[in-house]
Structures are given as C-alpha cells and as structure tokens.
C-alpha cells in the first residue's frame, strides 16, 4: 500500500511539472529563446551575463567578454569556479573561419610521486586538503588565449569582476544554497573563513558578499599580465602555504606552467559535426555515445521512451569503459583517439548491446596502442566561445592562500594510484578531466556553442542535447530544459569497475510507465537532487544572422543579447 501510494504521487508530481500551458513551444520549457542580433551572452549567473554583454557593447569582442564573465563568476560563484581552478575553451574565429581549442589545465606537483601515497598507504588520493592541489591553469588560459584573439586592454576586461569583489553583490539563491554546503567540510582549512564567512557564517540569499582579497589579487593580474600569478608575489604566497599545509605544489610547478593549443576533434551526426577538445578531457566519451546512438532510429523510438533511454544508457556505459581505460595526458601516454571515435568502431560497440536487457558490466575494446562552470558568448563579428571552468570539487580543495581571496582545486583526485593504468598519478602530469566545452557546426559554418557541466554528466549532457535538437527537433531552451536522466556506477579512470550495470537517475518528468519499463529490463532506478548539470547556448542561424540564446532553469543563470 505504501509503496503505491509513493508512485502515485511520483507520477502525479511528473504531470504537475508539464503545467506550464504555454501557448507555443513544448510546454516543459521554462521561457521562450533569448533572440538578437549584435551580441550574445549566456552564462550561470545573471550578473555576469550584463558583464560580457556590457564588455561587448564597449567594443570586447567575444573573447574579452568571456574573460570578464568567467572572472566575475570566479567571485559571485565561487561553487564552481575561480581563478584557482582550471580552463578549456573551444572558439569559433570570424577572421579564419576556423575552430581552434585550449587545454589550460595544470599538471600535478613535480616533487610528489606515486611512492609517497604507497608509502602513506593511500588507496585513492583524497577528496580535499593539500594532496589532490594541481596548477591552477585558468589565468593563463585568459591570457593565452586574449593574446591571440582578443581585442579589449586586460585592465579594462577584468574591472567589473575587481569591482563587485571590492563593493559587493547579492548572492543568488541557488550559488549561497552551495555555498553553505561546502562551509561545513572546507572552514577547517586555513584561510578559508577568513575569505569566504564574514561574521563566522556564509552569506545566504540576498546577502550582500564582499572578496576585497579577489580585488586585490585582480587588480594584480590586470596591470602586471600572467606572471604576476606564475611567476610574482601570488605565486611566492601559493608556495608558502601550500607548504605550510603539508602540500607539494611549488614556484617552480606554477612559474613552468603553460597552457596548449589543441585541435579539437569530432565525428559526423546526421549531418551535424559536432566537436570536443581532446583528452585529458572526457568530451571523447560524448563523441563515442553518438556514435553508437546514430545506429539507432531514436527519433522513431521516441523523447522519454524506455526503448531510447535504455539504448542511451548501453551506450554510454560502453564509452565509459573506454573514458576508464584510456583517458589520460597524451603527453604521459598514447591515445587511440582516431579509433575511439570511428564509425566502425561504434558498430563493434553496439554489437554488446541487448536491446531488451540491461548489462552488468561491458568490457573496454580492445585497441592497439603505441561542480563547474559553463558560458557562452558571441559577437557581431560572429566570433562564438565556449568556455567552461572549474575547482572540481564544488569550493575545491578547502587550500585557501593567505589573503589571495579564492580556493585552489582538487583536480589530482581525478588521478588513479593503480601502477600501469594509463591515468596513474605521476609528476608533472594532467589529470583526467571532467570538464568539456562543445560545439556543433553545419556544412563548415557555425551552428551551435553549447556545455553542460556536472563532472560525470557532462558527456552524458552534451550527447542528450545533441539529440534532442537534431532527433527530438527541440529548439535551443527546450533541448535544455527537457528531462535529463543521468547514470552512474560506471568503471572510472580512477579505478573501479563496473560490475553491478550501475544506476540510473531520472528527473521526475520521466513518466512512470518508463520507469517500469526500465526497471522490467533490468535497470537500477534512483532519483538525485541538483545532479543533472547546468546549461547554456548560443545558436547562430546563419541566413538571418541572428543569434538564439539560451539557460536553463536548473541554475541561477541568464541568456541575453542586443
């Protein structure tokens, strides 16, 4: 009796979520398309949105307005990212016509090795303190990719962020429910309420927050450039604590680092050639999963249908076997990244798939070798940016330099400790990365800038996306807005395997009906609060010349133009 009761109410929940009685589009689309002409911003918080747009309408082009929306969301969402974390940009370039990318992420410190966590009997690298501490890569990522394709003086780009951190901002609903979250696990860290708990408490909903540190430390970057954070006092002050805190980031790991220009790489979907940067990053795994659904009539089966959402989840644990196994550092390792993304390739997957039942475990194939923050902006040159940017872990590593006013990541828990594995912890070396941007052009123009952040979902997202535009023919808001299922428990490049066929969420918008049918094949149902990732994007419709934008609802965040 209980029990039903419980799936009555689910399933009355799920029709309450499809009241919206709008008069044109789907009706589970929280707004209609943010449409203009001159200029576009699409970020995940609405402040920093009028930053890129006010930047744009001084005369930045859509890098400068990137750079001065990531910066200011460093400060107002410091939940997801910061000046401590790393970078990855995909853009599109007017003049050449071209898509270029940037890996900025950091490396771990030279002077830890895999004897020191044997040695201190570590299984896994820990989640927070000064151990899992890479280089941070975001700042010169700014600066890297400002001196190729940027237009506006650097001091002007980063002001606005160096002034809400000076004067203040109303914290957003959303970013203080995290904030408060992480307060509890990161205030023991030194430096860390000093920066971020005026008064010995977080800043909640409409509070005003002040980071005079952050000002400090921008108004730095901005007049002395990238080496004030590499190679000046910023970097001399991360050392120190970073060693005072028993860690082994050093001057040397910070003022060696650089960042790199990648090609990225795609495959072909219906027409459509969607792209994302090369590992270390995981946006592979998305390029994989299309593969293998492009083999299937998903748009016969059906948005929210059992049958779709089953082949989806059978494909995505088959790319996450190969994500476990292979994604690493190229430069630590060789990557048969042009057989992981072939169409033969996928055929080989697919194969493994059982239409009617739900795998346990799928091996990775067997080839030769030898909480995060996403934004969008396009200008009236038609220069388009796709940029994401992270602390990993939520607030990140809990390291919070004296008085620099933001947190240091956690990435190099993405590292496993198993000797011989393709990603195992060595000096010097990129983690594997969770963090993806994309990008969809058409017949060789550009069509659409859009990510998904969420750690693990983010390959999950972009493939969900792409089919609910190209498949279902959802426009922009709606392909976001749809709901997402997520799975999880599956093999990880950390170390792990899948033997269980793991779990599914789903978002109460899927039906019961499916969820039964789901379950009948086999499938582990579950459902998760806030695990579905945030979105934002940017559609350029070449013959108006009009930009459609869009962000959705699970974040505080805003598409806007002029």
């Not at 190229?330 to 990244?337: A, N, R, T």
């Not at 930009?547 to 974040?555: H, L, M, N, P, Q």
């Amino acid at each position: 009796m209980k029990k039903s009761f419980l799936l009555c109410l689910l399933s009355l929940f799920a029709l309450a979520v499809f009241s919206q009685d709008r008069v044109t589009g789907l009706n589970f689309a929280t707004r209609s398309e943010v449409i203009a002409q001159n200029g576009m911003a699409c970020t995940s918080q609405p402040l920093a949105t009028q930053v890129a747009l006010d930047i744009l309408k001084a005369g930045g082009n859509a890098i400068d307005a990137a750079i001065a929306a990531n910066a200011t969301l460093g400060l107002m969402e410091p939940t997801g990212n910061g000046i401590g974390g790393d970078i990855f940009i995909i853009l599109w370039d007017a003049k050449t016509k071209k898509l270029y990318g940037l890996n900025g992420s950091g490396r771990s410190p030279k002077s830890l090795n895999l004897e020191y966590f044997k040695k201190n009997n570590y299984t896994s690298i820990p989640s927070f303190g000064a151990l899992p501490v890479s280089v941070p890569g975001c700042v010169d990522g700014w600066f890297t990719v400002h001196d190729r394709f940027g237009k506006m003086d650097m001091e002007q780009i980063l002001n606005p962020a160096i002034q809400y951190a000076r004067n203040g901002f109303p914290v957003s609903e959303l970013i203080a429910y995290y904030m408060n979250t992480s307060a509890n696990r990161l205030m023991k860290y030194k430096g860390f309420s000093e920066t971020y708990m005026p008064n010995g408490k977080m800043p909640k909903k409409g509070d005003i927050f002040k980071n005079p540190y952050l000002a400090n430390t921008l108004e730095k970057i901005a007049k002395n450039g990238r080496d004030a954070f590499y190679k000046g006092d910023i970097a001399k002050t991360i050392a120190k604590y970073m060693k005072e805190q028993g860690g082994f980031l050093s001057y040397d790991d910070l003022a060696s680092h650089k960042s790199e220009w990648v090609d990225p790489v795609s495959i072909n979907y219906r027409g459509y050639d969607v792209w994302e940067l090369p590992p270390n990053g995981q946006g592979t795994a998305a390029l994989q999963m299309l593969n293998i659904l492009e083999e299937y009539d998903i748009a016969q089966m059906g948005f929210g249908s059992s049958d779709y959402l089953h082949t989806f989840i059978e494909a995505k644990k088959l790319a996450f076997e190969d994500r476990a196994k292979y994604y690493c550092d190229p430069d630590f390792s060789k990557i048969p990244l042009k057989k992981l993304i072939s169409k033969e390739y996928a055929l080989e997957r697919k194969a493994l798939i059982d239409p009617n039942k739900s795998a346990k475990s799928y091996p990775a194939g067997e080839l030769e070798q030898g909480n995060t923050i996403y934004l969008t902006v396009a200008d009236k040159e038609g220069n388009m940016v796709s940029l994401i940017q992270s602390n990993y872990r939520g607030m990140g590593s809990g390291m919070t330099p004296d008085s620099l006013g933001f947190v240091l990541q956690d990435r190099g828990e993405l590292f496993s400790l198993e000797e011989g594995h393709a990603n195992v912890f060595e000096p010097g070396k990129r983690p594997f990365h969770t963090i993806i941007p994309a990008f969809i052009t058409k017949n060789g123009k550009p069509y659409v800038s859009f990510g998904l952040m969420g750690g693990a979902m983010q390959p999950q997202g972009h493939a969900q996306i792409v089919a609910n535009l190209i498949d279902f023919k959802m426009n922009l808001q709606e392909a976001g807005d749809a709901a997402r299922i997520r799975h999880d428990g599956s093999s990880q490049p950390t170390g792990g395997k899948m033997t269980d066929g793991g779990w599914v969420n789903l978002e109460s918008e899927i039906p019961y009906q499916t969820i039964r049918e789901l379950m009948e094949k086999g499938h582990k149902i579950k459902y998760d609060m806030g695990g579905y990732g945030g979105y934002q994007a940017i559609l350029f419709d070449a013959e108006r010349a009009v930009y459609f934008g869009a962000s959705e609802s699970r974040k505080d965040g805003q598409a806007a133009g002029y």
